[in-house]
């Protein structure tokens, strides 16, 4: 099965900029999508093939994917940032849905 | 389009569990629906689709243990999991993947379910 790999834990300062990455077989292949969730809520779409914003995401989040790695950048974090990213893949030869693991963010 | 999953919050080992996602503010049909679980502290785990007509796909990991279904008459997708154990301890989500598009668009609050006897 595909697996998606995400660093445990990115710290931040406010202002400054968070990257995470995503890192999956031939990743670049695929359509990348990242999610985010704050505690005791729904996950909520923040990008969407690789670097596109659904209506209402701020612009500060931006993505790109190449080779066997995604990147989710946010850009100038605020405190509200703070939360738990996934990156999330169909892998076609499954037909499966695949999260990655999991990075939580910290802005110190 | 709002998403809400009911069903018992406390199932009994051996048990199956059952759930139900409501749909409102669109039509279930001619989108891909799915369950997602997450456990206590974990990460988000994919446990299955439905599709129009009935076309499902599932993660093995769960063993044929899932089914989904769909009843298109109450906008309704429905999840069965079987022979539950403690493991099977989570809060589950339904979410709609968007059409023509392989990500998660809408998901639904979650439902915390324990599994005790």
């Known amino acids: 099965s595909y697996v998606l790999t995400q660093p445990p834990s990115v710290s931040v300062a406010p202002g400054q900029t968070a990257t995470i990455t995503c890192g999956g077989n031939n990743i670049g292949s695929k359509n990348v999508h990242w999610h985010l969730q704050k505690p005791g809520q729904a996950p909520v779409l923040v990008v969407y093939?690789?670097?596109d914003r659904p209506s209402g995401i701020s612009e500060r989040f931006s993505g790109s994917n190449s080779g066997n790695t995604a990147t989710l950048t946010i850009s100038r974090v605020e405190a509200g940032d703070e939360a738990d990213y996934y990156c999330?893949?169909?892998?076609?030869?499954?037909?499966?849905?695949?999260f990655g693991t999991g990075t939580k963010v910290t802005v110190l | 389009v709002q998403l809400q999953e009911s069903g018992p919050g406390l199932v009994k080992p051996s048990e199956t569990l059952s759930l139900t996602c409501s749909v409102s503010g669109g039509f279930i049909y001619s989108y891909y629906w799915s369950w997602i679980r997450q456990p206590p502290g974990k990460g988000l785990e994919w446990i299955g689709y439905i599709y129009n007509t009935g076309s499902t796909n599932y993660n093995p990991s769960l063993r044929s243990r899932a089914t989904i279904s769909e009843d298109t008459s109450n906008n309704r997708i429905s999840l069965r999991l079987t022979s539950v154990t403690a493991a099977d301890a989570a809060v589950y989500y339904c979410?709609?993947?968007?059409?023509?598009?392989?990500?998660?668009?809408?998901w639904g609050q979650g439902l915390l379910v324990t599994v005790s006897s």
């Open positions: 979410a709609r993947v968007y059409g023509g598009g392989t990500h998660f668009d809408y």
């Open positions: 093939d690789d670097s």
């Open positions: 999330q893949v169909w892998d076609s030869g499954s037909d499966h849905y695949v």
